[in-house]
């Protein structure tokens, strides 16, 4: 079946770096979205994509919609202690969704 | 408004039992999704449902039933639970629009272990 390679797995960070991972397919999708996901919690969307190409923010957070519609990269800017997390990415065409296995952000002191 | 609900929080169940996750929305969404998540895995689409009375299946439907009488409830039904059903369930809604499983908003999840 369809499968999205999301990397890296994980990241350790220093507060204040900036931070960038991505999302691969080997299938085309009408739509990318980003979530987060706090311990204990369900999943928040961050940035949804619509068009190949796309470049969206949402404050520290910017997300593109890869030209060839099989790729996307979430970059967050000035990183800050309440961004850690699990980032995941989704593909979406219709009635199908796949989920990226999720790339785990730890914030060093 | 309360967004998506689920209940209950915790379950432990039995190989063979049944049980019925519940999930409601207070949004007038017209679709919901249900998902598991397994360690290490991303989330995956179990039954979804494009308005009352309308249910289809997603990736990983076997063991489980939908049925969705009201646009608010979403009910996702163990016929009879085994081991490998153990894992965190989340519920879903979204507006109409551009798909059924586009922009959603979740709910906290049912996490629930089969002995």
């Known amino acids: 079946g369809q499968q999205l390679n999301q990397s890296p797995q994980s990241m350790f960070i220093q507060e204040g770096e900036d931070v960038s991972m991505n999302c691969t397919s080997s299938?085309?999708?009408?739509?990318w979205l980003w979530y987060k996901q706090d311990p204990g919690e369900g999943p928040v969307l961050l940035i949804a994509?619509?068009?190949?190409?796309e470049l969206t923010s949402n404050g520290r957070l910017t997300a593109q919609f890869g030209i060839t519609r099989k790729d996307s990269f979430l970059n967050i800017s000035a990183s800050i202690p309440s961004d850690v997390g699990i980032y995941f990415c989704?593909?979406?065409?219709?009635?199908?969704?796949?989920f990226g296995k999720g790339t785990r952000l730890h914030i060093l002191p | 408004n309360a967004g998506v609900t689920q209940t209950p929080k915790f379950q432990v169940l039995k190989t063979g039992q049944s049980m019925t996750l519940q999930c409601a929305q207070d949004?007038?969404?017209?679709?919901m999704s249900w998902y598991r998540q397994d360690p290490g895995m991303g989330l995956r689409l179990i039954h979804y449902?494009?308005?009352?009375?309308?249910?289809d299946q997603g990736e990983v439907p076997n063991g489980y039933n939908v049925s969705r009488s009201t646009t608010e409830d979403f009910p996702l039904r163990l016929l009879s639970a085994a081991p490998s059903q153990t894992s965190v369930y989340f519920c879903?809604?979204?507006?109409?629009?551009?798909?059924?499983?586009?922009?959603?908003?979740f709910g906290p999840g049912t996490r629930l272990t089969v002995l």
């Open positions: 994509l619509y068009k190949a190409g």
């Open positions: 879903a809604s979204s507006r109409a629009g551009r798909g059924p499983m586009n922009e959603q908003f």
């Open positions: 949004m007038n969404h017209e679709y």
């Open positions: 299938s085309i999708f009408n739509t």
């Open positions: 449902s494009v308005g009352a009375g309308i249910t």
């Open positions: 989704a593909g979406h065409n219709n009635d199908k969704i796949i």
